[in-house]
């Protein structure tokens, strides 16, 4: 392993700025080989009281600094993760899988929360509104929520942790995170910086554990923690959301998607062939903003198919460390037989292999291309979050726009056209959190990302992000003659 600061690659849980050693741990793999990379610590719910009482803690002394001392460490944080950047990118990808190139693009991508929020930190502004009646004045300030419970998934095992605990840790909260079981190292890693930043202790808790239904359970149902934010799959964003109905919870849900990629008939062709590939191929196809439908006009349906082709055909598959691999491994045995499952449900039922369509060894899915897909299939309405396009066709403007919007997901949609009229309309009749209008890459730290629908709801990044981690209070002055 190719890591030069090996004080990086932690197993303890991280909790009250203390290392936990567990007798129990639970084993991390190496999704292109299943070598075992690591024995971490498996915490209970046990465990999980001891964070928040330490969050709770800290939150009185977090929560008091100024903004301007709390955004000083944050960029200390900002400043050890890019400085380390490298390392933290190797151990993404033996955990994750993805190549390396791209875990460094992780990194420093989820870097950019933590810089973005260090400034935001110090613009939470209120507001003098007008009253109603000339003895009254009324003033809204914001202040931090309290303690959040941070439930994170393992295909950005680094950005999806920064991209809620800078904006929790800006507003002044403190936060526990409970990164996935397959890819705990990358979050321990972040706290171990953390550790050489300067937060206080109890800031910053890290609980990993194999069994995330009873910590989720202490979470949602502690009323110290006053906030839940959650990335993963849609069903259980619905167990978070109903167990933290229970006591009002505020609660974020950045859950599946099912995106479709509609490219209409005066696109440019080469573009829409490129936006595609990066919005389907991005990470192996396993984010939840993925190209999920690609719908292509009639004119231009061959015409893409054959560009489109040429280019997956040419992608490398292969170890995430080895030199010019494009896509890494699948992160587990489940997700490639779902995606296997798709592939011959779809072929059964009339879809023409393109290219690719077989598994390869390990944890590998050659990358595909389907052709005569139709809604009676089941990649229409699955997140397939594998390397697989899925391609339909159609004849006009309102056919598609019915089938874009047949899902019950909501996230990220894109299209690529140049008809400014039609721009417009197809814009604002898509059903999604996000559109991206000829281009298929739009996460950025200065924009909002997040869904509607069964997507979830709440926002992450921009000057929104951090109204999540924020209340509102209103005061009214009486009196005032
Ligand atoms: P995916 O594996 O597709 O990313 P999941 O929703 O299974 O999506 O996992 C996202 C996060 O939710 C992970 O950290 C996982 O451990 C956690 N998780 C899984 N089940 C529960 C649950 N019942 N309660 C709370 N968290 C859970």
Request: proline share 3%.
């Amino acid at each position: 392993m190719d890591i030069k600061d090996k004080s990086l690659l932690r197993s303890e849980a991280y909790i009250n700025g203390e290392w936990i050693k567990k007798e129990t741990t639970f084993s991390v793999y190496n999704p292109y080989n299943q070598v075992k990379i690591a024995e971490v610590s498996d915490c209970t719910q046990v465990d999980t009281e001891s964070a928040i009482t330490a969050a709770d803690h800290a939150f009185q002394i977090w929560s008091n600094y100024t903004a301007n001392k709390r955004s000083r460490i944050l960029q200390n944080w900002y400043k050890l993760i890019i400085e380390n950047a490298t390392d933290l990118a190797h151990i993404l990808t033996i955990e994750q899988g993805k190549p390396l190139q791209e875990a460094i693009g992780e990194i420093k991508y989820g870097a950019s929360y933590i810089e973005w929020f260090a400034e935001e930190a110090k613009r939470v502004y209120g507001d003098v509104i007008p009253g109603q009646s000339r003895k009254n004045r009324i003033t809204v300030i914001k202040q931090p929520v309290g303690i959040v419970g941070a439930i994170t998934p393992w295909n950005f095992p680094s950005a999806m942790i920064t991209r809620k605990v800078a904006p929790a840790l800006a507003a002044g909260c403190t936060v526990i995170v409970k990164p996935s079981e397959f890819t705990p190292l990358s979050a321990l890693a972040l706290a171990e910086l953390s550790d050489r930043a300067g937060f206080p202790k109890g800031v910053i808790n890290i609980v990993t554990t194999k069994d995330a239904a009873s910590i989720g359970q202490s979470l949602t149902s502690n009323s110290k923690v006053k906030k839940i934010s959650f990335t993963g799959s849609t069903p259980v964003g619905k167990i978070v959301l109903k167990q933290s109905a229970d006591q009002i919870k505020k609660v974020t849900l950045e859950l599946g998607g099912n995106a479709p990629f509609i490219v209409f008939a005066d696109a440019d062709i080469d573009a829409a062939v490129s936006g595609c590939y990066d919005s389907k191929f991005r990470n192996g196809g396993q984010t939840c903003v993925c190209t999920n439908r690609i719908f292509l006009h009639e004119s231009i349906h061959n015409e893409f198919i054959e560009k489109f082709a040429t280019k997956v055909k040419s992608i490398k598959t292969g170890y995430g460390l080895d030199k010019g691999v494009e896509i890494g491994p699948m992160i587990n045995e489940d997700a490639v037989i779902k995606d296997i499952n798709l592939i011959k449900d779809a072929t059964n039922k009339g879809a023409k292999v393109i290219a690719g369509g077989m598994r390869k060894k390990g944890l590998f899915i050659e990358p595909t291309i389907l052709c005569n897909i139709d809604s009676n299939m089941d990649i229409f309405s699955s997140e397939i979050f594998g390397p697989i396009a899925a391609i339909y066709k159609f004849n006009s403007e309102s056919e598609v726009i019915e089938m874009a919007n047949n899902t019950k997901y909501g996230l990220a949609s894109y299209f690529y056209g140049r008809d400014y009229a039609l721009i417009w309309r197809v814009a604002e009749a898509l059903e999604f959190g996000m559109v991206g209008i000829n281009t298929g890459l739009m996460s950025t730290v200065t924009a909002p990302f997040g869904g509607i629908k069964e997507s979830g709801f709440g926002r992450e990044g921009s000057k929104y992000g951090i109204d999540e981690y924020l209340n509102i209070k209103y005061m009214c002055w009486g009196g005032v003659e």
